[in-house]
């Protein structure tokens, strides 16, 4: 074993302090989750799923863990102003891993939601939260095995029957550290029959320490519920993120989930859906934006398990200097899924001779009456419209930009909600032109650590 070693040493020696500081609910987990990771170690590239992206090494560093729960040196509720014009969002923070309850004057949620630090409600609502924690990570890989020993805090939403909350909820994650650190956090999310809910969650780093983020998120959705789940990746080199999100829906659900990567260092998304309930749908979309030696990969596995239900993917990469991307999905489609329809396309652009791409879509068909299809497409700018464009006047370097831009603008108009989509065609067009660095205005990102 390499550095899984280390690890197990500290959860034997700091055990008592970890679980001193967790609800019980989270310490029943431990055990089983240690074993397994015990058993299997860190992926790297000796796995297949892993093949391209090498996880273990990013455990190498000596970073800090905040065992013992002190706080960060940060108000965000107060200093983070980076608010996405025009948009009616309910605020919510997490600083490393930890989760930073809100001022007495926030706006309530609809009676009968619950919002909040998950390690807290794991104490006042044991038995709603039980059936739930770690029924889908538990039999994940060993980063969900690793989170799940180290994990105390992170959030949890729970959306009772009927309910749709119209402001979205928007997760804030700020790395904010003045040494090497490692963060382990959770997310819990019940929606109920019949509920929706539109989720944005923001990563922002406002440190240049290097940084390892282990997120593992569970979703569960009810018969008929609706759940807009946006993730944005906007951190910086130094930053490094390990991110598992387990999706489970019943009948006549719907799940929107938009992955976007804009600034990082290494990272590996990897999300899994399960088709449960007839007349489910599930819409995933992701775009990955990569420069200097930023890494990628977005993996991803529907599983269709009833029939009658309805899956889309599309992942877009674009590729500059000696960035690497990788992409690699799975439709399954299990005997009882008849009548599946089923669409997953990947699309990319490298602008160098140096950056890679690597792509896997993949097809597991074990029905006989299903619509599904599948395929990949590496390439380079059109040299021709370049030409053209510069005929007419476009400078060189513009003329590339308006070029990737509608490459990109097929994954930002699938968005419903259009200040969110606003906000990322902003993002995009800054990010292309090399000003998207840490946000004017916010005193927390400014503050030199």
């Known amino acids: 074993m390499g550095n899984e070693k280390e690890y197990i040493e500290i959860f034997d020696r700091h055990r008592q302090l970890i679980e ?27 796995d297949e799923e892993y093949l391209r992206s090498d996880a273990a090494k990013l455990f190498a560093a000596d970073y800090g863990m905040n065992l013992g729960r002190i706080k960060a040196n940060a108000a965000p509720h107060d200093s983070f102003t980076c608010e996405v014009p025009n948009l009616r969002a309910h605020q919510e923070f997490i600083v490393n891993d930890s989760y930073c309850p809100p001022p007495a004057n926030i706006s309530p949620m609809p009676e009968g939601v619950l919002l909040g630090s998950l390690n807290e409600f794991a104490k006042t609502h044991r038995e709603l939260i039980l059936p739930y924690y770690n029924a889908q990570a538990g039999s994940g890989d060993s980063i969900a095995q690793f989170n799940t020993t180290f994990t105390q805090d992170g959030l949890f939403l729970y959306i009772p029957k009927g ?44 440190s240049d320490k290097k940084t390892l983020s282990l997120q593992t998120a569970e979703v569960f959705l009810g018969r008929s519920a609706t759940l807009n789940l946006f993730e944005i990746e906007e951190t910086g080199y130094s930053n490094n993120r390990l991110s598992q999100t387990y999706i489970k829906q019943q009948a006549g659900s719907r799940l929107n989930h938009c992955n976007i990567t804009l600034t990082n260092g290494f990272t590996r998304n990897s999300t899994k859906v399960t088709l449960a309930g007839e007349g489910a749908e599930a819409n995933l979309t992701g775009l990955a934006i990569c420069d200097k030696q930023q890494h990628t990969d977005n993996h991803t596995l529907i599983e269709h398990k009833v029939g009658h239900c309805t899956s889309n993917e599309l992942y877009k990469y674009i590729l500059d200097e000696q960035s690497c991307g990788v992409f690699s999905g799975k439709m399954l489609i299990q005997p009882d899924a008849q009548h599946t329809v089923s669409q997953q396309t990947n699309r990319n652009l490298c602008l160098t001779d140096c950056a890679r791409m690597y792509a896997q879509p993949q097809l597991e068909i074990y029905a006989d009456d299903v619509k599904c299809s599948h395929g990949s497409t590496v390439g380079q700018l059109d040299n021709n419209a370049l030409f053209y464009m510069q005929q007419r006047g476009i400078p060189l370097d513009e003329a590339r930009h308006l070029l990737m831009y509608a490459f990109a603008g097929e994954i930002i108009e699938n968005i419903t909600i259009e200040p969110i989509r606003e906000r990322l065609h902003m993002l995009i067009e800054k990010r292309f032109r090399g000003e998207l660095n840490r946000c004017k205005g916010c005193t927390l990102c400014k503050k030199q650590l």
């Not at 749709?164 to 959770?186: A, C, D, G, Y």
Request: proline letters at 1%; glycine letters at 4%; hydrophobic letters at 40%.
């Open 20 to 46: 001193e500081n967790s609800a019980a609910l989270l310490n029943e987990k431990r055990a089983e989750a240690i074993q397994k990771f015990k058993a299997s170690g860190f992926p790297g590239r000796k």
């Open 163 to 206: 309910t749709k909350v119209e402001e979205t909820i928007q997760l804030v994650t700020i790395l904010h550290t003045n040494i090497e650190q490692m963060s382990n956090r959770r997310i819990l999310i019940i929606l109920e029959e019949g509920a929706e809910a539109n989720l944005l969650i923001c990563d922002h780093a406002a």
